[in-house]
């Protein structure tokens, strides 16, 4: 059972509102990313983290922003959230030695 | 992260074994085969990997050629619950057994299973 928890689940806001997609795990695991996933489209990687304080931009561009000041948890926020920012948000974890990746649920963010 | 390349779509009868192609020619000797799946927006899931022996475990079974330049994914009896997107990645690991690089996903091979 995976222990990556992702919130909200869904969320509908204003264009120009400041949001923070939460994303948390508990089975210690270094590394952490975040994907962007449009309906039938492919994951795009946006953010990974190999570590606290760690944080590498993906392949595609966002921009969103994200940290990591704790092992657990690495949040991504939007300053100024608009239209084109609508989609699904996917964060994952992994751990040390040949581990998989582990995902969460997901937020699927409408930005109205 | 060596590259991959899957069919972009496969069909299977309920029932009957699946089998899921992935050429990864440019593969190092570091580099792990991983499978996961997608089914509808839901996030995916881990299925099997290996290096090079071939594999198996209660959802399927990864046969890796000689090679190592290609691997199949086998759902030994396909159920409707199996239509999902699967990709088949490739994952580089150092000598202590620590991953590294991006974790990425290509378009994947869609699955549908009919009755």
């Known amino acids: 059972e995976a222990d990556i928890y992702q919130t909200p689940r869904y969320l509908v806001i204003g264009t120009g509102k400041k949001i923070t997609l939460e994303c948390s795990q508990t089975?210690?695991?270094?590394?952490m990313y975040w994907y962007q996933q449009d309906p039938g489209m492919e994951l795009h990687l946006i953010h990974y983290?190999?570590?606290?304080?760690?944080?590498e931009k993906g392949d595609l561009s966002s921009e969103s922003t994200v940290s990591r000041i704790r092992t657990e948890h690495f949040p991504l926020t939007l300053e100024s959230a608009r239209p084109s920012h609508t989609s699904q948000y996917l964060c994952?974890?992994?751990?040390?030695?040949?581990?998989?990746?582990?995902f969460g649920q997901g937020t699927r963010l409408t930005v109205v | 992260d060596a590259k991959t390349t899957q069919p972009t779509s496969m069909d299977c009868a309920e029932g009957r074994a699946a089998n899921l192609p992935c050429n990864h020619s440019t593969i190092s000797g570091n580099e792990y085969v991983y499978w996961y799946r997608q089914i509808h927006s839901q996030g995916p899931q881990y299925i099997i990997h290996?290096?090079?022996n071939n594999e198996t475990n209660e959802m399927a079974s990864l046969i890796i050629t000689e090679d190592r330049k290609s691997s199949t994914l086998i759902l030994p009896h396909a159920t409707l619950r199996d239509t999902a997107v699967y990709y088949c990645?490739?994952?580089?690991?150092?000598?202590?057994?620590?991953?590294?690089?991006?974790?990425?996903f290509g378009q994947g091979t869609i699955l549908t299973v009919h009755p």
């Open positions: 983290s190999y570590g606290v304080n760690s944080t």
């Open positions: 994952a974890s992994s751990g040390r030695v040949r581990t998989e990746a582990f």
């Open positions: 990645i490739v994952r580089p690991f150092n000598a202590g057994g620590t991953s590294y690089g991006k974790l990425t």
């Open positions: 290996g290096l090079k």
């Open positions: 089975m210690g695991h270094d590394k």
